[in-house]
């Protein structure tokens, strides 16, 4: 793919101190282009200042829901990289109101402030696959129904909808990304409730043995980081789009327990937690064949090849992610709202 157009091009990456958005933001500005990162460094979520170092960038500390602070950027982008978000499923069933406020409040205060100031701008969102929740087909493509089964899923789903409804309205131009679980250098290994693949490459690090939930039959598609930028990168300079969100999956669907076996030495399969049935959706595949048809995005990286690059990725930064002495931090912001338990209770 020919990305020159990227070349000097002013583009904003939302939380580009996060995983994702760093990874995008060192390739954007490989490029060419003139990157703006916006990033709050929200407590609980992946943010790591270490990810962006020597990275040709700009970078405005400050939250989506103050758009103020970041309005000249917003004024010159050509494209919006719009990344920002909170990830966590688990976090979002026990504080529902600051997944609430980071996935939605902030959201819908950002791309206001784009429409005023940029009216009709691309804004590339980073969306997922929880919105279908517990598939009721495999591979899920666009028709699949949406059926979250998080509070996460619901807020993700409603950013999924300003970003189309604004675009019908000639506001925005967006594009939506579906992805599902990403995995590579600069995601978080410290921050608990990140998802099973940080975990995974953690224990590996630390040279403990991986506990799969289940039977480890569970399918998965982990997308290299690198193809996910890719994505993205087509998605920003992608002609006039008709039907405007594309499911993004990785090169292989394959159990949980073959994925932890390329990761890591020792394996084992543990009884799945009670307390996590409930946002449990057994097995997850994508049909990416669109995202191939319009975008001609399609996955490069196997599992065994991402994962060597990420663990050799790692061996080079470990201190920079990992403190051997250090448990998962659970910290949360002061402002997480009131505290509710999980429900116990699994979907049929
Ligand atoms: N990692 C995955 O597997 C995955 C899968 C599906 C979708 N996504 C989506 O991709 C995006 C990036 O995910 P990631 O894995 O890089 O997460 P991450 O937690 O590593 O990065 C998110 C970044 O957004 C920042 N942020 C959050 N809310 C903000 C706000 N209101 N204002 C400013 N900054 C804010 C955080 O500080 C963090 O740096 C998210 O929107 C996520 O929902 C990720």
Redesign the pocket.
Known sequence: MDYSSYRNLPVLV??G?????SNLAFELAQLGAKVTV?????PG???NRANLRNAEVTLIE????EPSLCEAAIAEAKVVFN?????SHIHSMEYPERDLQ?NTV?QLRFLDACRRLNRGVRVVY?????VFGKPNYLPVDESHPIRPVDFNGVH?YAATMYHMMMSDLGDLDAVVLR?????GPR??LSVAG??F?GVFFRKALLGESISVFGDGDQLRDPLFVSDAVDAFLRAGVAGKLGDRAFNIGGLEALPLREIARHIAGQVETIPFPEHLKCIDIGSYSTDSSYAADVLGWRPSVSIAEGAAKTLDFYRSHLVDYLNPAESLRRELPEHAGVKRRLIFKAIP
């Open positions: 939302t939380g101190l996060g995983f994702i958005g916006v990033d709050s460094l929200v979520c992946g943010a400050a939250d989506l829901s990344l920002a978000g909170e990830i980071i902030s980073a969306g997922t696959r929880q993700k992805l599902t679980n990403v995995y995601m978080s990140q998802g693949l």
